[in-house]
């Protein structure tokens, strides 16, 4: 039952894919469909399927730009003109929240990227959510029912966004703490991926979300406008999101992010970091880790 349901998520972001190329995609075995990650898109090659395990072509015909172009008119529902902010970001979000990657050559406006002109490769991202991530994790972030503001630390790949969107569902669903009102910058829409307004991920009953712009101006728009108890933001990556964080940390809001890194070290060096041990902005820290193949998460104390 669990493969034929992640088989299902994997059928339906590969709808967004011109019909021919669609068929050579599903052409695979379930348990790979129930794995995939993504399926890269290269003009010249044929389709690539992202697993586990590493990348793999499929048989079939060689990509060519009119494929990209139609994979993006698809994707949007013949309505570029409501996805154009996405795709000048390089990416747009498709129903269920499947998320396409686009590269190619850049049209600039000022210095601004205002869309691609030639595009020349795509991923396409298939949304998956492990409801129940934060099982035995979200226990130990709580203090009194109250959840502790933490930091989720992690390498690429190892499921941070993953753990955070659960975290975010239960907080807000009341499970394993207070009910709480959350508040989510989500920058590029890879935690809820707003669809039409309506999340394609489930983030919880309480959780309001702004998505596609800066994250540090996401972060300041929530604080003000909708008086939330949680902000949650998906990886910090410039100075601007630590000032903003810190901010919030003055406000009395907890807060909930994620950050690349492998350990406590990993802050203590990196000047981008560093002032979130030295301000306390976290209580708590959670490393994600692969030992011997298995994804685990070991919970830290950072007063």
Known sequence: MEIEREAMRYQQAVRVLPPYLRRWALDIPLRE??????????????????????????EGPRVETRDLEQLVELASGASLHAVLDQVRRGYL???GGHRIG????????????QGFRNLSSAA???????????????????????LES???????????TTLLRDVIRRVSGGEGCLPLRVALADERGEVAALYRGSPQLEV???????????????????????????????????PQDVAALKTAVGCGVTLLATAHGTGREDMEHRALYRPL???????????IVRREGVRRYVVEDLE
């Open 33 to 58: 469909q129930a794995e995939a990650e993504e399926v890269r898109l290269r003009v010249g090659q044929p389709l690539a399927l992202v697993l586990p395990k590493g990348e793999r072509w499929l």
């Open 93 to 95: 979000t498709a129903a």
């Open 102 to 113: 686009l590269c190619g050559s850049a049209v600039l406006r000022e210095g601004d990227i």
């Open 124 to 146: 396409l991202r298939v949304a998956r959510q492990v409801q129940g991530a934060s099982k035995g994790v979200l226990e130990q972030l709580c203090r009194e029912g109250r």
């Open 150 to 160: 933490t930091l989720i630390l992690a390498p690429p790949g190892l499921g941070k």
């Open 204 to 238: 919880g009953p309480r959780t309001d979300v702004v998505e596609g712009c800066p994250k540090d101006r996401g972060l300041m728009l929530m604080l003000r406008a909708m008086n939330p108890q949680v902000l949650a933001v998906d990886e910090i990556t410039a």
């Open 277 to 287: 041990l030295q301000e306390r902005m976290f209580r708590k820290l959670v490393r």
